[in-house]
């Protein structure tokens, strides 16, 4: 199932993901650097220093540093040529998920006026031979991000998308033009309001750009959904569509567009580079949920995989009262029964139930009006006993939970959850 960009809205896209696993971390506490692979634009004229003490040359913590991981990667690019300068850094981990997630602590530095023309790249899916240059000359693999930490350019954010991966309805590829929709109206300019509020002045030395602070970045890639998304500290800043996959190397880069010499004292940094597979989410909803005393009808959802054999599923209850217990329920038959055993809600399971009411698997909403359940699929509840759940089976999950209806105490139900096992 693919779903365009065009037929989500951007919030929905960007809601909150669950990481799975740790695909790759670096601190850059030590000397990595033969975890990596450094790709130049053919005219070498920069440095690369791994476990470089960042804090010894006046440099603040990075933000997911512990205290005494002072250690980082620092590039520069055209230190003495004068001529423009692109290095890629590529980890040499392949990355192959249904969704995951880079995270990065990024560090412009530059003394002086605005207009370095510098770019810090991050990057996704890339090939590992490729070099990453957002400007003319156009090069890359995958997709990447890149951004100035000055401002001083009419493009100051852009992303890159290979033609590999552009889609017959939106055929635009490599640097995405300005007026592209993945954009979201955020502009490309960081005089833009958006990029003004996102990096004030101060503590950013120019406002509309992170120079001389800390920024997080992170690129979230979804292979299911074909959507890629760019956020700055929890910010979501660009979402685009693409197609095929963005598997592959993930990168580090600076590239400078100008001639003119760089100079000492500007580089970047880089810190605490990770990598991690995301929850998707799994299952068909099903059968109509009675309204509870929120106003709201409860659902079910479901994360994980639905490969029976990889036993990851986690059940969330959303839009319940308050701080109500409750438990989920599961079966191979649909059903729908109106308010059974006095209840205010609808149950939409038939046949053998089972209640997942053992130790630990009544649940309380809390104030957030939710629960989550991670299951044990060898260990489904049936009426008979503990049953494991098997390759070609449909199973179907609801939620009862307590609740008040004009200070009476009752009960409901949450929507139907369908899951067909492979």
């Known amino acids: 199932m693919r779903i365009l960009l065009s037929s989500l809205s951007a919030a929905a896209l960007a809601g909150p993901a669950l990481a799975q ?19 130049d634009d053919g005219s070498p004229d920069g440095s690369q220093t791994f476990s470089f003490d960042y804090v010894a040359a006046g440099i603040p913590l990075a933000p997911r ?17 004068g001529s423009t300068d692109a290095w890629t850094v590529y980890n040499n981990t392949p990355v192959a998920a249904e969704r995951y997630k880079l995270t990065v602590d990024v560090w412009m530095n ?11 790249q991050v990057g996704v899916a890339g090939d590992g031979v490729s070099s990453n240059s957002i400007l003319s000359p156009v090069s890359g693999s995958g997709a990447y991000l890149a951004f100035t930490g000055d401002g001083g350019s009419v493009t100051d954010y852009s992303w890159f998308r290979d033609c590999n991966n552009a889609s017959p309805t939106d055929p635009e590829c490599n640097t995405m033009p300005s007026s592209h929709p993945s954009y979201l109206g955020h502009g490309t300019n960081a005089s833009e309001t958006f990029f003004q509020s996102l990096f004030p002045s101060p503590p950013s030395t120019y406002a ?41 190397l993930v ?45 709201a009808s409860g659902q079910i959802s479901a994360l994980g995989s639905d490969v029976a054999a990889d036993n990851n599923v986690i059940l969330t209850s959303s839009s ?17 029964t109106q308010t059974p055993g ?65 200070g009476s105490t009752t009960s409901n139900f949450t929507d139907g959850l369908e899951i067909q096992f492979q």
């Open 21 to 39: 696993g740790v695909i790759l971390s670096d601190d850059f506490e030590t000397n990595t650097s033969a975890n990596y692979t450094l790709v």
């Open 65 to 81: 540093s512990a205290p005494g991981d002072v250690g980082g990667l620092k590039l520069t690019v055209n230190d003495t040529a």
């Open 110 to 120: 530059f003394v002086g006026t605005s207009g370095t023309t510098e770019y810090a």
């Open 208 to 248: 509309g750009s992170p120079g001389n602070i800390w920024t997080t970045l992170e690129i979230e890639v979804d292979n299911f959904a074909g959507v890629i998304s760019f956020s700055f500290d929890g910010q979501l800043t660009y979402q685009g569509d693409f197609t095929g996959s963005f598997d592959g």
């Open 251 to 295: 990168s580090l880069g600076l590239f400078d567009r100008f001639s003119s010499l760089s100079g000492p004292t500007n580089f970047a940094v880089y810190d605490n580079l990770t990598v991690e597979t995301l929850l998707t989410p799994i299952g068909t909803s099903y059968c109509t949920a009675a309204v509870n005393s929120t106003g």
């Open 320 to 336: 319940l009262p308050q701080n109500a217990f409750g438990f989920f329920l599961t079966g191979q038959t649909q059903g729908f």
């Open 342 to 406: 006095g209840s205010s809600g609808n149950l939409c399971l038939g046949g053998a139930i089972g209640r997942y009411v053992g130790p630990g698997q009544i649940q309380n909403s809390g104030s957030a009006g939710e629960f989550s359940l991670s299951l044990d699929l060898t260990a489904t509840p049936q009426p008979t006993g503990l049953v494991s759940v098997q390759s070609g089976e449909t199973w179907n999950f609801t939620c009862w939970h307590r609740d008040a209806l004009s």
